[in-house]
């Protein structure tokens, strides 16, 4: 069958479409554009305004790539939650439209199981744990009776956040991670900062201000290092204690966070100490894109999920574990 799927979370807005041959994944267009801010923080107003611009160029060239017409098209899917409301409706509204224009059946699924399904059906990882690292989000993830469980996650803010939030403050531009991650490398000195993990969850605020208070009075390079090692340690602690307790083999690293060359270091030393394997999916597929609502609205189609329009309301906190998973 062939899906196509809109993504609409947050900054980006993205149409793929995308079929499954065999069982497997083919990505026939993945098309997006997102909101850029130097100043950061994005306003729930604007990302409306430019989603709403930009869902039909988006889709028209998508369909283009793939070749295909939207008569073509077996099932229409959107990221249905987590994520901010006027952007999210703007997806289902494009969603809803699509699928009454051309008598199609809809599909809204969470975004976080996207990412896991998504990077399953990317790698050769069967039962992972996902760290899922991303601007707003941070979760560890793993499939136990049903439901992927949230094992751990962020009390305040993401991990992204937490690294584009100290870069502005330094002066780094947008995005902050990839210029932080290359002085993690250069950086020597370790700079006393906060490790904050409470149980099995996370926080990431405090070493935020931490960090900030102590730019100009130590070396930059060793400050970078510094606030990266914690809060990446703090990650692979979790990710971690999690294969432990659940005698899972996998790690599934996902989200924009899993860009960082730290992170994989020390997320594959902590598997290689384990007996533990370490996948990444292709980078453009771990951000946010249409791939994710695409390939598991064909996941759980098949599954037997279905929704009818007046189903189809955004959550904008909808949770991982909320999502009932009849297909695994
Ligand atoms: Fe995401």
Not at 43 to 71: G, Y
Not at 82 to 109: F, H, Q
Not at 214 to 237: P, Q, T
């Amino acid at each position: 069958m062939i899906c196509c799927g809109i993504e609409s979370t947050a900054h980006t807005i993205s149409i793929a479409i995308v079929s499954d041959d065999g069982g497997k994944c083919n990505i026939l267009a993945n098309e997006k554009h997102s909101v850029v801010t130097e100043e950061g923080g994005l306003i729930p107003r604007e990302l409306r305004e430019h989603h709403q611009e930009h869902a039909v160029p988006v889709l028209k060239n998508a369909l283009e790539k793939a070749k295909v017409k939207m008569e073509d098209i077996d099932l229409i899917s959107f990221s249905i939650g987590p994520g901010i409301g006027p952007a999210l409706e703007t997806g289902a509204v494009v969603a809803r439209t699509l699928a009454l224009k051309y008598n199609k059946p809809l599909l809204g699924v969470n975004h976080c199981v996207g990412h896991v399904e998504l990077g399953k059906a990317l790698t050769d990882c069967t039962d992972p744990i996902v760290v899922y690292v991303s601007g707003a989000n941070t979760q560890i993830i793993g499939y136990e009776k049903g439901k992927y469980r949230v094992y751990g996650e962020t009390l305040d803010i993401g991990v992204g956040n937490l690294l584009d939030g100290f870069g502005r403050k330094m002066s780094l531009g947008f995005p902050a991670g990839p210029v932080l991650d290359k002085m993690y490398f250069e950086g020597k000195k370790y700079v006393e900062l906060p490790y904050t993990v409470k149980g099995m969850d996370l926080a990431f605020s405090g070493l935020q201000t931490a960090a900030v208070l102590k730019i100009g009075k130590v070396k930059e390079e060793d400050l970078a290092y510094s606030l990266l090692h914690n809060a990446f340690a703090m990650v692979a602690e979790v990710a971690e204690r999690a294969l432990a307790h659940t005698e899972k083999k996998e790690i599934l690293l996902t989200g924009g966070v899993a860009a960082s060359k730290a992170l994989r270091e020390m997320l594959g030393k902590m598997c290689e100490d384990r007996g533990a394997k370490l996948f990444v999916p292709e980078f453009q597929a771990c951000l946010d894109n249409g791939l994710l609502p695409a390939w598991l609205g064909i996941v759980m189609y098949k599954a037997g999920n279905r929704m009818t329009v007046e189903e189809s309301q955004v959550d904008q906190r909808q949770r991982t574990d909320s999502v009932e998973v009849n297909w695994v």
